[in-house]
């Protein structure tokens, strides 16, 4: 009897379909140029504010309070908030992908320099609504970056008339809203089909060749389990191609997208619980979004489950853990494919490594998650001689090809 497939899908499918919906992309859309000068503008404008700030007060002071006074005042740019700002004065420049966008959320809710210890370039919230320190210990070694950008963050939201971020994590979720109305906008507006590309020929395309290159003989349906925000296809075509699909985070139509952080590195009673992914869908849920249906194939019926463009990234671990317990892929006869394209074509198998890379630092992951300790210690040996792992790489049609 012919099996079902799970295949689970993340921006590196859109990617593929020439969605321009990677960060870089949307990152330039938002921030022109003289927008990126003005938040520059502020890193050695802030410093002379904080020793002027000092020497006037004596520390008793509040940053943003003191930048609303300041003379020089900087017009509200559209759609710009406070998680901009955060992630544009992270750590190591810009991010490139969206699961790094999510860690700088994480580092910024949960890192504490006082319990993990001092890093640079890291703004959290405990130093940005902590004491005012010193001049000195601003700009003193590893401390200097992490308090200095947190700061800096708080002086830059008042420049911009922003709401005040170290006011309470409240405004910091509000805010995060509001970038992911942002980002729904700009998303409705690339996939309206054009004369340049069709989003909607193509994904069309792409599932075609996904499902016709896993080599797997369990093709009578597929269910599709969505990390990203488009569904390309209307209900009748997914009908005729035998796919289910569900957006696991929201999607555009619903105007429900959701970003957050993984709920394995939260404690429940942390009021930064109310950034997991957990947490946001079961608001979601409870405010009408209907998933009473079960949607994931049975256990019996389940033949593989098929990963393409998704970074494994571990702000998603816990889907995988609970995709890998519901299917016992210790104990079962399911297969795993990750399928990979090779856009930079570069000739140095440069992307099979990284995927290899990620395949197997996931299978570690999870194996340290099982009950069993020699189970978690051998899963990704027992898989591979028993021939039921697969990372391979596909073609991709012409018409879409980025190479």
Same mark, same amino acid.
């Given at each position: ?60 002071? %509040? ?10 005042? +900087?017009?509200?740019?559209?759609? $710009? ?53 010193? @001049?000195?210990?601003?700009? =003193? ?25 170290? %006011? ?12 992911? =109305? ?13 004369? @340049? ?36 296809? @209307? ?23 959701? #970003?957050?952080? =993984? ?9 930064? +619980? ?8 079961? $608001? ?9 249906? @079960?949607?994931?194939? /049975? ?24 995709? #890998? ?22 000739? %140095? ?11 197997? /630092? ?11 300790? =020699? ?29």
């Amino acid at each position: 009897m012919a099996k079902q497939n799970l295949l689970v899908i993340g921006n590196g499918f859109d990617l593929t379909c020439r969605l321009k919906s990677s960060y870089t992309d949307y990152f330039n859309s938002k921030f022109p140029e003289n927008l990126k000068k003005s938040l520059d503008s502020l890193i050695p404008l802030f410093e002379t504010f904080y020793f002027k700030s000092v020497d006037d007060n004596d520390l008793n002071f %509040n940053v943003y309070s003191l930048g609303l006074e300041e003379s020089t005042l +900087y017009g509200v740019p559209d759609g $710009i908030n406070i998680w901009d700002l955060i992630i544009y004065y992270g750590i190591k420049g810009l991010p490139d992908k969206w699961s790094d966008v999510e860690s700088r959320i994480l580092e910024f809710l949960v890192y504490n320099p006082e319990i993990d210890g001092p890093k640079q370039n890291i703004p959290n919230f405990s130093q940005l609504k902590g004491p005012m320190q010193s @001049s000195d210990k601003l700009f =003193d070694g590893k401390e200097y970056s992490s308090y200095f950008y947190s700061q800096l963050i708080n002086f830059a939201a008042a420049k911009f008339k922003l709401p005040n971020p170290s %006011n309470s994590k409240g405004i910091l979720l509000s805010e995060l809203k509001k970038f992911e =109305d942002h980002f729904t906008k700009y998303l409705l507006g690339l996939t309206n089909d054009d004369g @340049s590309y069709s989003f909607t020929r193509n994904a069309d395309e792409l599932l075609h060749a996904i499902v016709n290159q896993a080599a797997s003989s369990h093709t009578s349906s597929q269910a599709v389990l969505s990390f990203n925000y488009t569904t390309p296809l @209307s209900s009748s075509e997914l009908a005729n191609m035998q796919m289910n699909w569900r957006n696991i985070h929201g999607q555009l139509a619903d105007n429900n997208i959701i #970003f957050g952080i =993984d709920q394995n590195k939260i404690k429940v009673t942390d009021v930064a +619980y109310q950034f997991t992914k957990t947490y946001r869908q079961l $608001i979601e849920e409870n405010g009408g979004t209907d998933h009473s249906n @079960s949607f994931l194939p /049975e256990k019996n019926k389940i033949g593989t489950i098929i990963f393409y463009g998704h970074s494994l990234s571990e702000a998603d671990y816990s889907y995988f853990q609970s995709i #890998f317990d519901y299917y016992d892929i210790y104990g079962s006869e399911v297969e795993i494919t990750f399928l990979y394209h090779d856009y930079l074509n570069d000739g %140095n198998n440069s992307l099979q490594q990284i995927q290899v890379l990620s395949v197997s /630092e996931l299978m570690k992951k999870y194996g340290q998650t099982m009950g069993n300790k =020699d189970h978690g210690e051998n899963l990704l040996h027992k898989l591979i001689i028993e021939n039921r792992l697969e990372i391979k790489k596909i073609k991709v049609p012409t018409m879409i090809d980025l190479t």
